[in-house]
């Protein structure tokens, strides 16, 4: 079974940071697509960034751009998002997913395996 452990979530207040992780057992990131998206409380899932392990290539949303970093460390087989400079907007249940695609998107449909999410709520 493929499972996605995301972690590092927590209270933090407005200017705070924090950082993410992903780790996977039951599949290797090797060329995938890694994603982090979020879910606020009354409001839909949006992606916030992802990394493509193929070429590195990264997407961030234009809320996030210059807050926060995605990166992964091949060797833990593990993908953080750095997050900096929180605001109390960013209060939400993060997670990651993976997309079989080694082509970067952030389409929510194109992920096939999903972590359980961890809430970072971020006070003013």
């Known amino acids: 079974d493929v499972q996605l452990q995301a972690s590092g979530g927590g209270l933090v207040q407005a200017g705070g940071s924090l950082r993410l992780s992903c780790a996977a057992s039951g599949l290797t990131f090797d060329d995938y697509t890694i994603g982090w998206f979020r879910q606020a409380p009354g409001k839909e899932r949006e992606a916030v960034s992802c990394?493509?392990?193929?070429?590195?290539?990264?997407y961030y949303a234009d809320s996030v751009k210059g807050r926060f970093t995605v990166s992964s460390d091949n060797a833990k087989n593990t993908v953080y998002l750095q997050m900096i400079s929180l605001k109390p907007e960013d209060t939400a249940v993060y997670y990651c997913?993976?997309?079989?695609?080694?082509?970067?998107?952030?389409?929510?449909?194109?992920?096939?395996?999903w972590g359980q999410g961890t809430l970072v709520t971020v006070s003013s």
């Open positions: 990394i493509s392990r193929s070429d590195g290539s990264t």
């Open positions: 997913a993976v997309s079989l695609r080694s082509a970067m998107s952030p389409v929510q449909s194109q992920y096939r395996y």
